[in-house]
């Protein structure tokens, strides 16, 4: 039996935290276990990516009790902020980091020199890299020297869903990420502050503790532009709840300053509903296009209140639009892959690491 060991955040399974990470996580683990590997799952407690000395103490002791010459798959959000723990014991473990967002993607002079440092530290002296889409694998390659032949791509995949039939009127839009800064809730608010004279709700469904003074922020604007009996932050919603959402839902809209794939493009696509998106990272990669060429969606320029709002104005007004999209998203579900696939990629990476 084929052995590895996955060092992951603690509270992956936690339903009031549920981000596209843990889920990839929680989905690869089960996977592995399924196609025959004995996975030896380590929680390590601690607020990854920002760990304090107790969280490295913690980590220092997982990565400690585990036996040499072992297969270790590391998710990135310990991995890559924790060099003085991870490099020494390279020597004597097979480390695979999977780089859900690289923690260095941020210019240079945004802070991100000492997260590079780090990152960099880790990434090149692990056997493998697996990254979940190839702009996170062109952007650590870019970011790096890492050997082009020792990063993979493993794309998320997506449960299968039921089809949102929709309305007719198309004003039902839906935005599931946490709320913060990088997800751009204020870009969206601002946006829909443009289109105040149409017919529209928005429910924004996503943890609203990473960053409580932002929503704070956000709630008081909304009631300052007249918004806020249009706009609800409806806190995380996971399972059936959130399937409901997405069934209610014509149109939904994701206005991220940064993001290496977007679970949520996909998740959406699995139901048949159109996606507005920055175009930014990944984001591109998860919208795809239908067989004959369409984009199941709009991308509109990140951090841009006026072309975000006008796209959202352009579908509101155009019940052609609103059918070709529709149509292209239904033929995009067809294409999505399962979480198998994401498995077997993985596996291969981290057999090709035993050897």
Known sequence: MTVVHVVVPDGIDDPARPSGGNTYDRNLCSGLTSLGWLVHEHAVPGGWPRPDAPSLAALAGVVERIPDDAVVLLDGLVASTAPEVLVPQARRLRLVVLVHMSLGHRPADDGADDARTRERAVLTVAAAVVTTSAWTRRRLLDLYPLPAD??????????????????????????????????????????????SDLAWHCVCVGSLDRDPAFVERLRSRAHDVGLHDRVYFAGPRTGADLDRSYAAADLVVLASRAEAYGMVVTEALAHGLPV?????????????????????GLLVPPEDPAALGAAIRGWLGDGELRGRLRQAARERRESLSGWSTTTCVVAGVLAEASQ
């Open 150 to 195: 020792r990063v993979y791509v493993a794309e998320p995949a997506v449960d299968a869903a039921d089809l949102a039939t929709g309305t007719a009127a198309g004003g039902a839009l839906l935005c599931v990420a946490a709320v913060t800064f990088d997800k751009g809730h204020d870009v969206l608010l601002d946006a829909l502050a443009t289109i």
């Open 276 to 296: 507005l998106t920055a175009d930014v990272g990944g984001l591109t990669e998860a919208l795809g296009h239908s067989d004959d060429g369409i984009r199941p």
